[in-house]
């Protein structure tokens, strides 16, 4: 626990907390009406598209193990694996073309300045 501070409301109640809150998304506030104490818990969000990962404990454990190794700088090199992306799928996507014929000389023209695109 880190040295007490006492800090002022300003006129329209409002306390600023500084850098106590670099990291921090929002808070849950408790008030205990007894004693008068307001108690502030720190919460950091978390993405929805993220949030899956945490309700899957064996998926975040595993994630937590590799962080973990990779730290300990425990890596191994897989290769390459750029024979396996579907060029056109990566393409379309890219530059959001439809099946068109139109798309397909896109396509073509798209394929031929292919290396002026570093993963391709």
Known sequence: MG??????????????????????????LTYDQISGKITLEPYTEVP?????????????????RGMKQSEEGNLED???????????????KMYKIKKTAEAAENLRKL??????????
């Open 3 to 28: 040295p007490v501070q006492t800090l002022k409301p300003d006129t329209k109640g409002r306390v600023c907390l500084g850098s106590l809150a670099a990291g921090i998304s929002s808070y849950h």
């Open 78 to 92: 897989a290769g390459n694996f750029s024979q396996y992306i579907d060029k056109e799928s990566v393409l379309r």
């Open 111 to 120: 394929e031929e300045n292919k290396k002026k695109s570093p993963f391709l």
């Open 48 to 64: 929805l598209q993220e949030a899956w990962l945490f309700r899957n404990k064996a998926a975040l454990q595993k994630v937590r």
